[in-house]
């Protein structure tokens, strides 16, 4: 924690002399034992939080039929999934999630500070069979997808009427026509089942 503090300190302060510098290195160890590195892996974990607000982060699942995505993230069934054909410049970069207990980072290794821990999630959310696509910083929060990428449109099972009849008339603008289907569950299989 000390090296990393005392690194980054010499990367934002060419000003100081190599006096300061070896001074102000003093105090960060002297502080780093006096307070321990919690308090400052909490600071640290915060300062990280607000330099990464400009990254966004699209979300995507490797199967239509998951049920526990299904509920928590469309709505519980009413909401609608994208499913793309996996083709084009903007799924190049997208990246499967792996889920570990811990991530082994080193911060003062400068190959760990490649952003790999945009793909990284407790172990808990393994149900989830994450791919993701990160955009940088300054690329906006919006992205221009081919509609060609577009495979179908699978509609909640508990999907509104009119919820429906709208997507469904937005898929029928497009050339070609985008295929449109809708989930039911299959009490015995207890599965999704897709149907028209």
């Known amino acids: 924690m000390g090296s990393f503090l005392y690194l980054k300190l010499v990367q934002r302060s060419s000003h100081l002399s190599r006096v300061e510098l070896e001074r102000e ?18 600071i ?11 990254y966004r982060i699209y979300s995507m699942s490797k199967r239509h039929d998951n049920l526990s995505l299904w509920a928590k993230y ?26 570990e207990d811990s991530l082994q980072m080193d911060v003062n290794n400068p190959e760990h ?25 300054g690329m906006g929060s919006k992205v221009k997808i081919n509609p060609l990428w577009l495979k179908r449109l699978i509609l909640g099972k508990s999907a509104s009427e009119q919820n429906e009849q709208v997507i469904r008339a937005w898929a029928r603008r497009r050339v070609p026509d985008l295929a449109v289907v809708k989930a039911r569950y299959d009490n015995v299989e207890q599965a999704i089942k897709l149907g028209p």
């Open 25 to 42: 290195r003093e105090v960060i160890f002297h502080n780093v034992k006096l307070h321990g590195t919690e308090p400052l892996h909490r």
């Open 113 to 137: 500070t490649n952003g790999f821990w945009f793909f990284c999630k407790r172990p808990e959310w393994s149900n989830e069979e994450e791919v993701r696509l990160v955009l940088p910083r």
């Open 74 to 99: 469309a709505g519980d069934h009413s909401g609608y999934c994208l499913e793309f054909v996996n083709e084009g410049p903007l799924f190049a970069t997208a990246r499967e999630v792996i889920y």
């Open 44 to 54: 640290l974990t915060e300062s990280l939080h607000a330099e990464l607000r400009d």
